[in-house]
């Protein structure tokens, strides 16, 4: 079930959709799901530090930023992960682009809907098999500081392209499009509210028209 309301957010609607508005959403929400496969896979790693960044155990790369310093604080493990819902789900998108405006646009609200729900859903797997751990949301390379030419790496480092079809252009941007990979952090004690989602650490946060408004997308 995707979350109605926050995909109406995501579209700018404010207050109870109309009769018109509800069966719109009704009829792109039964396209996305029929053709959308979600999928997620994650890797856990030990991390250690250094002056240079954070270092994931045996992937010979650094994590920068003083944002991705301060979402692992305090945790002892970081888990890679990487969710999707499939190149169908894009050719849905890009078919109603082309053939009708307003569907194209519920639709991909609600397909960034689902691509949130389904990196929740690999954070909740996580969770199970982690025993004793807390863990953090998930931050994606672009938030913040965090550079986004770190994406190729933690895609290789979740093996997502072999296990679930996703890739990065020369761009760094991820396809599927509706795809979502990012860092969770893992500690034995619980995780604070500096360590979760806000406003500050989104990097929409200079364009989004929910902020202009006095309000927010959460």
């Given at each position: 079930m995707i979350d109605r309301a926050l995909a109406l957010r995501y579209m700018g609607w404010r207050g109870e959709p109309d009769e018109r508005v509800r069966a719109l959403m009704d009829e792109c929400e039964t396209e996305?799901?029929?053709?959308?496969?979600?999928?997620?896979?994650?890797?856990?790693?030990?991390i250690s530090r250094s002056e240079g960044?954070?270092?994931?155990?045996?992937?010979?790369?650094?994590?920068?930023?003083n944002d991705i310093a301060r979402h692992l604080d305090g945790c002892t493990k970081a888990a890679v992960t990487a969710a999707t819902l499939s190149a169908d789900a894009d050719r849905l998108l890009k078919r109603l682009q082309l053939e009708d405006g307003a569907k194209a646009m519920a639709a991909d609200a609600l397909a960034s809907v689902l691509a949130e729900q389904t990196s929740e859903s690999a954070r909740g797997d996580i969770l199970a098999e982690m025993e004793g751990y807390s863990a953090t949301w998930c931050y994606a390379a672009g938030y913040g500081d965090f550079p986004l030419e770190i994406t190729p790496m933690l895609i290789t480092a979740a093996d997502a392209t072999r296990k679930i079809g996703i890739s990065c252009t020369g761009s760094n941007m991820i396809t599927p499009q509706k795809s979502i990979v990012g860092i969770i952090g893992l500690s034995?004690?619980?995780?604070?509210?500096?360590?979760?989602?806000?406003?500050?650490?989104?990097n929409m946060r200079e364009s989004c028209k929910f902020r202009a408004a006095g309000g927010k997308c959460t």
């Open positions: 996305l799901l029929a053709a959308a496969k979600p999928r997620f896979v994650w890797r856990v790693f030990d960044g954070i270092e994931l155990s045996g992937c010979g790369f650094l994590l920068t930023g034995k004690n619980e995780v604070g509210n500096k360590q979760q989602r806000s406003c500050e650490n989104c």
